[in-house]
């Protein structure tokens, strides 16, 4: 899942406090793995957010098989997720694929 889109974030386990955590702006964070079907979908998606609300929100993937820390830390155990992080502090999940207005509305509904 490889996206051309520079505004996209791919913090690992220890970047992830820095890339994440410490943000300024909300953190939409995308759980994917190479392998998930699902995760492809909703991946193109997820980097359309990343240009659409750029300075609002940052957007970031991070790869589950290659980074198991974070996810497992999280509680993530299913994939996709997105978990919409502010201040650092975890406010919203969403588990499976969603469509674009789902998305949109996912993360809308968690902006300031």
């Known amino acids: ?25 909300p953190v939409l964070v995308d759980y994917w793995a190479e392998w998930c079907g699902p995760c492809r979908m909703v991946g193109p998606l997820v980097d359309e957010l990343g240009e659409a609300y750029a300075g609002r929100l940052k957007v970031v993937k991070i790869n589950t098989d290659e980074n198991p820390h974070v996810p497992s830390r999280y509680h993530v155990r299913s994939i996709p997720t997105l978990m919409l992080f502010r201040d650092g502090v975890p406010v919203a999940t969403q588990v499976g694929a969603l469509n674009r207005s789902q998305l949109a509305a996912f993360v809308e509904s968690h902006l300031r």
């Open 1 to 25: 899942m490889n996206d051309l889109n520079d505004a996209i974030g791919h913090p690992t386990d220890a970047t992830f406090e820095a890339e994440v955590l410490s943000s300024p702006v």
